[in-house]
């Protein structure tokens, strides 16, 4: 198992983990590989790619101004940060390569490790399996024309090795066969539905109508509009409780926010049947892999019963308005969207949350 950070919490690597019983997890950015010698060839190679790009970059760039109206962030930004990722997958790889005697299947997560996995399997036969999770050439990061050419294009030397592409919903699945012109079977949809296992008993409506509060639980990073959601908040009084699983940010300590522990179930559960609540799942709209995520955070509110607050724009509010399990927020409707937390709308959004987990526990809902 090729990681490259910490994975206590990325339960989507954990419950791969759980399919295969003794499974060495390596992480490839450890200093372990800090000091993997370069591969004679790697620059050279890194060049060529770079040059296969310049001519792949066109229908990348007219597809994603066609259906998703992106621009590109300037011309070579954030180029050579992608070109020494690739140079240092090469050297991993090849510090790793006498390690993998009698292995028979590899699975990396991420690009990075992608090229990694997809280098040793060229050396090994090993088969491969990339869950590239999102999207993993249009991320929250200077998405430039030629550094997300260059990503699609050593990706798709991933996917010619890999014989499983796993991503997180449908949406994703559907670009990548378009990207990278690959059949509709060797894509495989893997939601991070993990939570869906242990579904929580909901009452209808668990508190009186002016004990609201807004949860988030995940990363403290950018890209989350936790800005919008402090800003808010204080203004309407609203209670925001966090729980942070890689460190709490300044924001959340100045705004005053009630946080909780890392190993939080017990306390959002217990949040949940005492408040009105829902869960923060706003994303910024720069980047396409934020654009379609269904992140764990979704999921996890379903798992206890609560609605949902997505970001306009985004995958996730197709889903939360076509279900109706939560509320669009639009980055200045926050006053409308308590004041329905308030009424008996909140009820009818519980209600829809209970039914619609039910119904993709059961498979009859594909997202």
């Known amino acids: 198992m090729l990681v490259d950070e910490d994975i206590s919490h990325d339960r989507r690597v ?7 019983q003794g499974a060495v997890v390596i992480d490839c950015r450890s200093q372990e590989f800090a000091s993997a010698r370069l591969p004679m060839l790697a620059y050279p190679m ?45 050297a991993v790889a090849a510090q790793l390569h006498s390690r993998m005697a009698g292995v028979r299947l590899i699975h990396a997560h991420d690009l990075f490790c992608g090229l990694i996995g997809a280098e040793l399997s060229r050396r090994t036969r090993a088969k491969l399996v990339y869950d590239a999770h999102e999207v993993e050439f249009h991320r929250n990061r200077k998405n430039s024309w030629l550094r997300s050419a260059f990503d699609v294009t050593v990706e798709r030397r991933v996917v010619e090795y890999a014989d499983e592409i796993r991503v ?25 539905d993990h939570f869906l296992d242990s579904l929580c008993e909901v009452r209808a409506d668990p508190a009186d109508a002016e004990q609201v509060a807004i949860v988030y639980v995940g990363g403290g990073v950018n890209g989350r509009q936790l800005d ?35 190993d939080y179930q017990e306390e959002l559960l217990l949040l949940a049947s005492s408040h009105r609540c829902m869960m923060w799942c706003c994303v910024d709209h720069h980047c396409l892999s934020y654009r379609l995520s269904l992140p764990n955070k979704f999921f996890q509110a379903l798992a206890v019963g609560i609605p949902v607050i997505a970001a306009s724009g985004s995958y996730l509010a197709e889903i939360v308005e076509k279900y109706r399990i939560g509320a669009v927020f639009n980055g200045s409707n926050m006053e409308h969207l308590v004041a329905q937390m308030k009424s008996p709308v909140f009820g009818d959004w519980v209600a829809q949350v209970v039914a619609f987990r039910a119904e993709l526990a059961r498979g009859r809902v594909v997202i």
């Open 46 to 90: 890194a060049l060529f790619r770079v040059i296969c790009a310049l001519a792949r970059g066109v229908d990348l760039w007219r597809l994603l101004r066609r259906h998703h109206g992106l621009q590109a962030a300037g011309w070579f930004t954030g180029l050579r940060g992608s070109v020494r990722g690739y140079v240092r997958a090469q």
């Open 228 to 262: 919008k959601l402090a800003a808010g908040a204080a203004k309407l009084g609203v209670k925001v409780h966090g729980f942070f699983l890689d460190g709490v940010p300044p924001l959340a300590i100045a705004s005053g926010w009630d946080l909780g522990n890392e």
């Open 168 to 192: 997180v919903n449908a949406p994703i699945a559907a670009l990548y066969r378009q990207v990278h012109a690959i059949p509709a079977d060797r894509v495989r949809v893997v939601a991070n």
């Open 14 to 20: 954990l419950a791969a983990l759980s399919e295969h």
